[in-house]
């Protein structure tokens, strides 16, 4: 979808990939963003986000959103972010809706490319499965808990934004942001997995009359934290 770049410094807006293109986009922590005019999933429908994040060690006070949309209101905001208070939730995967929210278990303020993946398949925040680097995080709640509502919703002026959020000025990011991917549909395990593997890499190629082969390789674990 596409995304209007705000109050980024020009020639710092873009940053080296997690796949060593140099379209990533690096935000400074104070006000920069990419707004965008899409209304996403609303009401209690399944969907999921996706995204590579390089979230490095900060001590500011900003609450960190890297997706967000929706009203602030009770059960509608959709807000994918770091947890960044003090708190069990600190530097932690989290899904915020107004009144509460589900968090990970891993901290993530480490500087390196992390694939991160929030899935809703109900109604409630029970229903949301947080997955990082392609596993799922043991959950955490506060606010209301496992049993608040999701009842996202899609204003004019509350469309989503990666790197901020419409409704307050205190959830900029700081860091990096790659490949954002919103879905209408709940990701199974399997999807998530595919999302984090890179493709397979072409090793060698013969070819024979009327044959054809190809050897391909998969990236060790290692590999893979360096794509």
């Known amino acids: 979808f596409p995304a209007s770049l705000a109050s980024f410094t020009p020639g710092t ?12 986009l690096n935000f400074d ?4 963003a990419a707004n965008t005019p899409f209304a996403p999933v609303t009401g209690s429908a ?12 900060q001590s500011d006070t900003e609450l960190d959103a890297i ?3 929706g009203a602030n209101t009770t059960s509608s905001r959709w807000t994918v972010r770091i947890g960044s208070t003090a708190g069990s939730d600190l530097n932690k995967l989290r899904l915020e809706v107004s009144g509460g929210g589900i968090f990970g278990n891993t901290d993530l303020n480490d500087n390196q ?16 499965t947080l997955y990082l680097d392609g596993f799922p995080q043991t959950p955490g709640f506060n606010g209301a808990g496992a049993p608040l ?3 996202s919703t899609a204003n004019p002026g509350q469309e989503a934004a990666i790197g901020s959020s ?3 000025t205190n959830y900029n990011f ?10 209408d549909h709940a990701l199974s395990a399997q999807e998530v997995a595919t999302l984090v593997a890179p493709a397979p890499k072409i090793t060698a190629f013969s070819a024979v009359p009327g044959n054809l082969c190809l050897l391909y390789t998969s990236p060790s674990p290692r590999d893979r934290q360096k794509s």
Do not use: C, M
């Not at 922590?29 to 920069?32: A, E, P, Q, T």
């Not at 700081?174 to 879905?183: E, P």
């Open 67 to 69: 997706f967000s949309y």
């Open 174 to 183: 700081k860091g990096a942001i790659d490949d954002v991917r919103f879905y």
């Open 166 to 168: 419409r409704h307050a």
């Open 113 to 128: 490319w992390h694939h991160i993946a929030v899935v809703q398949s109900g109604p409630t925040l029970g229903d949301v």
């Open 29 to 32: 922590g104070l006000d920069d």
């Open 149 to 151: 509502a999701i009842n």
């Open 13 to 24: 807006e873009w940053t080296q990939g997690r796949d060593s293109s140099p379209w990533a």
């Open 46 to 57: 399944p969907r999921s986000l996706a995204a590579w994040i390089r979230y490095p060690a």
